[in-house]
């Protein structure tokens, strides 16, 4: 038998170094991830960092108390600035309930077909197209609730007003309908056919197994989209810059003018403040308000999703 070739010294070389830079690249790989995920979490802190320390400011010139249970929001007035955040609250709280009440019973629905009734090709065809409601950018959204809805709201409402709280709150509602209708959808489907076979075998209709099983089941992430829509919603500026108007009202009424807190900051962001001024400031204060109810709004989703997790 004829002995086997040995390796050259250049290819012991050449191996060699091959597995240094394999070494080396596997060193260097975890040293830039977290300088990745490091940059995230240093930008969030830095913006709330930013907000923290201008709305002290702010809260320098206005007194705390005030700003948190006003109930008139006139900061351009010409003889008393007035800073209670209460109106801005209430409008941004309006257009949210109308958009949850337009966008949980169709995001459900939505949900339920996909889930339970849908073939996989139609579910292939049909989730994509509504998930395009997402990719849909939000001005076209409030010129479509300005120039659209609420003309015809108008036909059946006749005393709503050009600007009003249902127009914006129905159009936040269909735009955030793809989220709660895709991650309820995942949600149901993630509940084991075992479960669906066995209501259908003791006599259940495909109906009462997706309401009264697969809904139930799948609860936890149910609920928790439905938070994290209110969210999305409560957070929305264009829509409600277009169409809800300017006029902040700590009253129930729909049909008027209101202003939420995310328009609030689109009008004073035009130049109507001068630097350091009360009014300046006071962006960093309701958009700390802002953050805080968002903030809480997706720890009421995780502890949702934890509470009434299902395991399988």
């Known amino acids: 038998m004829m002995a086997q070739a040995r390796p050259s010294v250049q290819e012991l070389i050449a191996q060699k170094s091959s597995k240094g830079r394999k070494k080396a690249i596997e060193k260097a790989i975890p040293i830039i991830l977290f300088m990745i995920a490091a940059i995230s979490v240093l930008t969030t802190i830095g913006i709330v960092v930013t907000l923290i320390f201008e709305t002290v400011t702010f809260f320098t010139q206005v007194p705390f108390l005030s700003f948190l249970f006003g109930t008139e929001w006139l900061p351009f007035s010409n003889t008393e600035a007035r800073f209670g955040i209460l109106p801005l609250i209430v409008g941004t709280l309006k257009v949210t309930v109308i958009a949850v009440v337009v966008a949980v019973p169709l995001g459900l629905a939505s949900a339920i077909y996909l889930s339970e009734y849908a073939s996989d090709t139609a579910r292939r065809i049909i989730k994509p197209i509504l998930e395009v409601l997402a990719g849909v950018p939000t001005i076209v959204y409030g010129f479509f609730a300005l120039t659209f809805v609420t003309p015809v709201l108008q036909q059946f409402i006749p005393e709503l007003k050009i600007f009003n709280a249902i127009s914006p709150g129905i159009v936040v509602g269909i735009m955030i309908i793809p989220m709660i209708a895709s991650l309820s959808e995942d949600a149901m489907s993630a509940v084991p056919n075992s479960i669906r076979e066995g209501a259908l075998g003791m006599g259940s209709t495909k109906l009462e197994v997706a309401i009264k099983i697969v809904l139930p089941a799948a609860l936890s992430g149910i609920l928790a989209s439905i938070v994290l829509a209110m969210s999305r919603a409560i957070g929305e500026t264009m829509i409600v810059s277009l169409a809800a108007g300017s006029t902040p009202r700590f009253d129930a009424n729909f049909t008027d003018s209101i202003q939420t807190m995310t328009a609030y900051i689109v009008q004073v962001s ?20 802002l953050f805080l109810f968002t903030l809480l709004m997706n720890l009421l989703a995780q502890r949702i999703s934890k509470r009434f997790r299902e395991e399988y």
């Open 270 to 289: 035009t130049g109507d403040a001068g630097y350091g001024t009360p009014i300046y400031y006071s962006i960093y204060a309701v958009g700390f308000t």
